[in-house]
C-alpha cells in the first residue's frame, strides 16, 4: 500500500467514525428538542447522554480538519478556499449551539433555549456538513485559471445536494434512534426505549430508499463515481445484507427476560452496514478528493511529515486510550449516571 | 477593502475573541489545580469553596473557548488556503499533537464536571490536573505553529515554490519555538492570577461579613502570589524572547525600538512614536546603550536597524506603540503585585488594616490589564512579521484566499462574538448572584 492509500485510508477512518459520532450527537440534540419534557424521559435520556459528550464529538470534527490538512495538505488549499461559505455557516452554528449547551448547564433559564438551538441546529448542521461528499463528485467548482470557486448558485438548485441532505438526515436520525434506544435500555427506561424503537422502525427503510434515489440522481458531472460505485457492488450488497440483518433484530425477543428487540446488537450491526458502505464508496472515490481537479496523489503532505504523523496518532490514541476508557465507564455505562432521578 | 486585509481584519478578530477564553482557559484551570492542593493539605474548605467556583466560571468560559477555538482552528484553512498548504507539509505535527490535548482536557472537564460526586476525592485532583494539563498543552503547541511562522525551520523551498528535505521535528523546535511558547504559557498563567485578584479585589471593596472577607483575602493572597511569580518569570522569558528576535528576526526588533540606524550602544527608546516622515521615534525617553544591552548583553552590540533591510519588508511603525505597551503593562503589573503583597504583609497580616481603595480599585483594573498586555503581545507578534506569513517564506498576500466573499461573513462573526460576549457576561453575573459564597459556606458548613 503506498503511502497516499494508507493516509485516505487514516482519513476515511476518522470520517467514518465522526459521521457516526456525529450523527448520534447532533441526532441527540433533535430528538431532545422534539421530546423536552415527554412524559417517556426520552428527551431527558438524549440530554443526558449529550451533555458530557458533545464536547469531544466536537473535538473529533477538529480532529478532522488538522488530519486532512496534515496528511492532504493541497486538499485542504482547495477545499479551504471554495468551502468558505458553507463551513463558515457550520461554524457559526456550531458556535452557538456549543455555547449554549453548557450555559445551560450552569443557568437553568437557558434550557428551552438550548433545546430549540440545538434541535434546529442538529439538522443543519448535519445537512452542511454532508454537501462536502456532492461536492467532491465534481460540477460545482469553477476554476479560473489560478482561482477556484463554488457555484453556489448551481449546488442550491441541484436535486442531488437534496438527495444527499435526505440521505444524511434519515441516516443520522435512524442511527441516533437505535443508540439512544440502547442507551434508554440500559438506563432502564423501558418507555423511552419503545419509542426510539418505533422512530427506528419507520427510518430505517427510508435511509435506504433516500440512498438509492441518491445513487439514481446522480448529475452527469458524476458518471465517473456511478461507474466506480459498481465495480464496488460487492460492498453494496454486503451492506444491504447487514441492513437487513440488523433491522430484523428488532424484533427478536430479549434475552432470558420478556420483551422485545436487542437494541445494542441493532446498533452494532447498523454501523457494521455503513461501514461496508463506506468501503465500497470510498474506494469509488479513489484516487480523487476533488474531482476533476484534486488527486491524493497531488494533494499529499511531505513523506517525512506523513511518518512522524503516524507515528504521533498511535502514541497519542495509546496514551488517551485509559482517558477514554473511563469516560465510557462513568457516562455510559454507570447506573448511577444512567438511572438517575 | 482588498481581500487581503479584510482577511487579516476577519482572521485578526477571530484571534483576539478567542484569546481571551483561551488565556483564562489555560490561566484558571492552575488556579483551581493550586486551590484544590491548598485544601487537601490544609483541610481549609474555603480552598474547595474556591476552587469550585473557578471551576463554575471556568466551565462557562470554556463554552466559549472551545467554538471560538474551533473557529479559529478551521479559518486558518477558510482564510489562508496557501499558508495553510505550506503548514501541512512542514508543521502539521504540533497541530495534530494538540488534538489529543485539547481530547485530554474535554475528557477530563467532563469528567470533573459531571462526574465529580462520584469520583473519590483524589481523583478530582487528577481530573483537573489532567484538564490544566491539556489546557498548557494546547497553548504551547498552538504557539508552536505561531513561532515556527516567526522563525521557519525544518524544509527548504524551490524558487517555484516546490518544499523538500522536510523535518517535521526541527520545524516544531525552531528557533523562538522554546522561549516564546513558554512566554506564552506564563503570561496566560498571569493572567489567570490577575483575573481571580480582580475578582477578590472587587468583593473586598464592599462591606461584608467577616466570614466573606476572611474568604476573599485567601483568595486574593493566594492569587497575588501566583501573579508576582508569573510576571516575574514572563518579564525573564519575555527579555529572552527580545534577543531571539535580536538573533533572528532583526527588522522587528528594529521597528519595535524605532531604530533606523545600525549601531554599537544603541539606545532603547521608550514611548512616543515612530514618525514616518523624519523616520525617527518622537516623543519617547532615549535610555542611552540600553538596547544594546538588552539585546545580547553587552553595550558594544551592533543592533540593526530598518535601514539596513528593504523598504517593502519593513513592518509598519505602529509595532514599537505594541511594543511598549506590552512590555508597559507587564512592569506595571509586576510592580502592582509586589506592592500589594508588601501591603499585605506589613498591614493586613500583622496588623489587621484592611487593603485601602486604591490599592483595591488598581487591583480590580489588573486582570483586564493584563490581558489587554496579552492583546498587545499578539499583535504586535504578527503584524511585526508584516508583509510575511512565513517570514521570508511567504508574504500574506500569497497566503491569503482569493475568494471575494469575506464582507457579509465577517460581519456575520462579528455579530456572533458580541453576542457570546454579552452572553458570557450575563450568564457569570447570573450564575454567581444566585449561587452567592455564603450559600456555598452554609452547604459546606450544613
Not at chain 2, 472577607?213 to 519575555?238: C, I, N
Amino acid at each position: 500500500m503506498s503511502e497516499e492509500v494508507l493516509a485516505i485510508l487514516m482519513m476515511w477512518t476518522f470520517i467514518f467514525i465522526y459521521s457516526i459520532f456525529g450523527s448520534i450527537d447532533f441526532g441527540a440534540g433533535f430528538w431532545a428538542m422534539i421530546y423536552n419534557n415527554h412524559r417517556t424521559m426520552a428527551g431527558r435520556i438524549a440530554n443526558r447522554f449529550l451533555s458530557p459528550t458533545w464536547e469531544i464529538t466536537n473535538t473529533f470534527l477538529v480532529l478532522l480538519v488538522v488530519a486532512f490538512v496534515g496528511f492532504f495538505p493541497k486538499g485542504a488549499y482547495t477545499l479551504g478556499t471554495v468551502m468558505l461559505v458553507p463551513v463558515s455557516l457550520i461554524l457559526f452554528l456550531l458556535a452557538i449551539r456549543s455555547a449554549f449547551m453548557v450555559f445551560s448547564y450552569s443557568v437553568q433559564g437557558y434550557r428551552r433555549t438550548m433545546f430549540i438551538i440545538s434541535g434546529i441546529s442538529g439538522l443543519l448542521i448535519p445537512s452542511l456538513l454532508i454537501a462536502v461528499l456532492p461536492i467532491s463528485q465534481g460540477g460545482f467548482i469553477s476554476v479560473d485559471g489560478d482561482t477556484q470557486s463554488l457555484l453556489l448558485g448551481k449546488l442550491f438548485t441541484s436535486p442531488t445536494l437534496y438527495l444527499y441532505v435526505l440521505f444524511g438526515l434519515t441516516s443520522e436520525l435512524y442511527l441516533s434512534s437505535l443508540f439512544l434506544a440502547d442507551y434508554a435500555r440500559v438506563s432502564n427506561r423501558e418507555e423511552a426505549y419503545r419509542l426510539y424503537r418505533s422512530n427506528a422502525i419507520l427510518l430505517g427503510p427510508l435511509t435506504l430508499l433516500s440512498a438509492l434515489f441518491t445513487l439514481l440522481f446522480m448529475p452527469p458531472e458524476s458518471r465517473w463515481l456511478i461507474d466506480n460505485l459498481m465495480d464496488q457492488k460487492i460492498w453494496f450488497i454486503l451492506s444491504l445484507l447487514a441492513f437487513l440483518v440488523a433491522y430484523a433484530s428488532i424484533w427478536w425477543p430479549k434475552q432470558n427476560r420478556p420483551g422485545i428487540g436487542r437494541p445494542r446488537f441493532t446498533l452494532l450491526a447498523t454501523v457494521f452496514q455503513y461501514g461496508l458502505a463506506s468501503i465500497g464508496y470510498g474506494l469509488a472515490h479513489l484516487p480523487y478528493i476533488v474531482f476533476p481537479e484534486l488527486t491524493i496523489y497531488e494533494a499529499f503532505t511531505a513523506k517525512e511529515t506523513f511518518y512522524s504523523l503516524m507515528i504521533m496518532y498511535i502514541v497519542g490514541l495509546a496514551i488517551l486510550a485509559p482517558g477514554f476508557y473511563i469516560f465510557w465507564r462513568l457516562f455510559l455505562k454507570d447506573k448511577r449516571y444512567l438511572q438517575q432521578d | 477593502m482588498d481581500t487581503v486585509v479584510l482577511a487579516r481584519a476577519f482572521f485578526g478578530t477571530s484571534l483576539g475573541f478567542h484569546i481571551i477564553f483561551a488565556t483564562l482557559g489555560v490561566g484558571i484551570p492552575l488556579m483551581i489545580v493550586i486551590a484544590e492542593i491548598i485544601h487537601q493539605v490544609k483541610g481549609d474548605n474555603d480552598y474547595a469553596i474556591m476552587a469550585k467556583r473557578w471551576t463554575k466560571a471556568f466551565a462557562v468560559l470554556l463554552g466559549v473557548a472551545i467554538p471560538s477555538g474551533t473557529i479559529v482552528g478551521v479559518q486558518l484553512s477558510l482564510l489562508w488556503p496557501g499558508f495553510m498548504e505550506i503548514v501541512g507539509k512542514v508543521i502539521s505535527l504540533p497541530f495534530q499533537i494538540e488534538i489529543f490535548a485539547f481530547f485530554l482536557e474535554a475528557l477530563f472537564m467532563s469528567i470533573y464536571v459531571y462526574a465529580a460526586d462520584r469520583l473519590p476525592r483524589y481523583f478530582r485532583l487528577i481530573s483537573v490536573f489532567f484538564v490544566a494539563l491539556g489546557a498548557v498543552a494546547s497553548a504551547i503547541l498552538i504557539s508552536a505553529v505561531n513561532t515556527w511562522m516567526n522563525t521557519p525551520a525544518g524544509f527548504k523551498i524551490k524558487p517555484d515554490g516546490t518544499i523538500y528535505d522536510v523535518n517535521p521535528w526541527d520545524a516544531f523546535f525552531n528557533p523562538s519555538f522554546l522561549s516564546s511558547s513558554f512566554h506564552v504559557a506564563i503570561t496566560a498563567y498571569m493572567t489567570g492570577a490577575f483575573a481571580v485578584a480582580s475578582v477578590a479585589a472587587f468583593k473586598l471593596l464592599k462591606k461584608r461579613s467577616d466570614r466573606e472577607r476572611a474568604y476573599h483575602l485567601k483568595g486574593l493572597f493566594m492569587s497575588l502570589t501566583v501573579a508576582l511569580v508569573m510576571s516575574f518569570v514572563s518579564a525573564v522569558s519575555g527579555h529572552h524572547s527580545a534577543q531571539i528576535l535580536h538573533q533572528h528576526s532583526p527588522e522587528k526588533l528594529a521597528a519595535a525600538e524605532g531604530l533606523f540606524e545600525t549601531q554599537r550602544y544603541a539606545p532603547l527608546a521608550i514611548g512616543g512614536y515612530t514618525d514616518p516622515k523624519t523616520e525617527e521615534v518622537k516623543y519617547g525617553i532615549e535610555i542611552p546603550w540600553a538596547l544594546s544591552w538588552l539585546a545580547a548583553g553587552r553595550f558594544d552590540t551592533e543592533v540593526k536597524g530598518l535601514y539596513e533591510f528593504p523598504r517593502e519588508t519593513w513592518p509598519p511603525f505602529y509595532v514599537h506603540t505594541l511594543f511598549n505597551l506590552m512590555v508597559g503593562i507587564g512592569t506595571l503589573l509586576l510592580g502592582l503585585a509586589a506592592v500589594a503583597l508588601t501591603y499585605w504583609w506589613f498591614f493586613v497580616k500583622k496588623r489587621g488594616k484592611p487593603f485601602p481603595k486604591w490599592l483595591l480599585w488598581s487591583l480590580v483594573l489588573s486582570g483586564p490589564l493584563s490581558m489587554l498586555g496579552i492583546e498587545f503581545g499578539w499583535v504586535f507578534s504578527c503584524s511585526g512579521r508584516q508583509p510575511w506569513t512565513i517570514y521570508r517564506v511567504q508574504t500574506t498576500a500569497e497566503a491569503a484566499t482569493k475568494n471575494e466573499d469575506l464582507g457579509v461573513l465577517f460581519l456575520l462573526f462579528l455579530f456572533l462574538y458580541a453576542l457570546l460576549s454579552v452572553l458570557t457576561v450575563l450568564i457569570l453575573t447570573a450564575y454567581f448572584k444566585r449561587n452567592p459564597v455564603s450559600k456555598d459556606m452554609e452547604k459546606i458548613q450544613g
